[in-house]
């Protein structure tokens, strides 16, 4: 089990800021985004990956929903997307993100409503980027989405919310791209982020890296800056040997609840953990 984390409240000035807080002439007063505290360990859960390898998030009656790759709907695989990322659950609705071939010309968002509709919003490629479609996750005022590709980037994709915001169709639809958030420094195969506070996102990558990207302001369809910072490492507690896959991530705002899932490695891929971790601020 891992110790507790200990994690600082980042910080937001005109002036660029250091761990410590300092006041300098001609900067402004930071403001704190979040209280600092740190997440502690509380256990975790194995699932089967068939069903619970890509995604996972918190209803609110507290049970999980989860994604792998056997949760893809013959009708979206017949429309050419076969990968499906990590979801978010908003406002009664769920938001899935899929992506199709290297080949292919667009991602797409699946909004499926409180009464089992499915509504598909498509995003047709920019030029430059990249087909992956790893994870869908809404801000807390449920106005914009984010989402982000693989490889080494340094941006996250900003959408309007798909059905939520008034500005995308109702019944499905194309779906543009509105902003991107830039990050600090470039972080390799994000694999999944949620909104921590309208100001922080905590995300996961590859091989078990858990870190935070605290933005210079809340969403607004513009671009925005994003600090990124390390807050954790998940375990890696299989006992196969092989490279491990971060998957997953969901944050419960109701339980102060992190939860992060990791694909076993080699011949013990079957098996899905995930790591659960409650969010305890200093007093």
């Known amino acids: 089990m891992l110790p507790r984390v200990r994690l600082l409240s980042a910080v937001v000035s005109t002036c660029a800021v250091v761990a410590t807080l300092v006041t300098t002439a001609g900067c402004a007063p930071a403001k704190d985004l979040t209280p600092s505290g740190s997440w502690t360990p509380k256990g975790r859960k194995t699932v089967n990956s068939l069903t619970g390898a890509e995604g996972v998030a918190t209803r609110e009656n507290g049970t999980l929903l989860t994604r792998g790759p056997a949760s893809i709907p013959v009708s979206v695989r017949a429309h050419g997307f076969h990968h499906i990322g990590d979801l978010d659950l908003a406002d009664g609705h769920v938001f899935d993100s899929y992506q199709g071939s290297k080949a292919g010309s667009a991602k797409m968002f699946l909004v499926t409503k409180p009464d089992g509709t499915r509504l598909e919003y498509r995003h047709r490629l920019d030029p430059g980027e990249l087909f992956n479609n790893s994870f869908a996750t809404v801000s807390p005022d449920h106005q914009w989405l984010v989402s982000g590709e693989f490889g080494v980037q340094k941006r996250l994709q900003v959408f309007p919310a798909p ?69 954790l490492n998940l375990p890696k507690i299989s006992k196969c040997s092989g490279a491990y896959e971060a998957e997953g991530l969901d944050y419960d705002v109701r339980t102060r609840t992190l939860r992060a899932s990791m694909l076993s490695p080699g011949l013990c891929k079957g098996a899905t953990v995930i790591f659960a971790y409650h969010w305890e601020e200093d007093r």
């Open 163 to 231: 059905l939520l915001n008034k500005s995308t169709p109702a019944k499905g639809g194309e779906l543009p791209q509105a902003a991107e958030i830039t990050l600090d420094r470039p972080v390799k195969d994000i694999q999944a982020c949620d909104f921590f506070t309208e100001q922080r996102l905590v995300c996961d990558a590859d091989q078990g890296r858990v870190f935070q990207v605290d933005l210079d302001r809340a969403l607004d369809g513009e671009r925005i800056g994003g600090k990124v910072t390390d807050v």
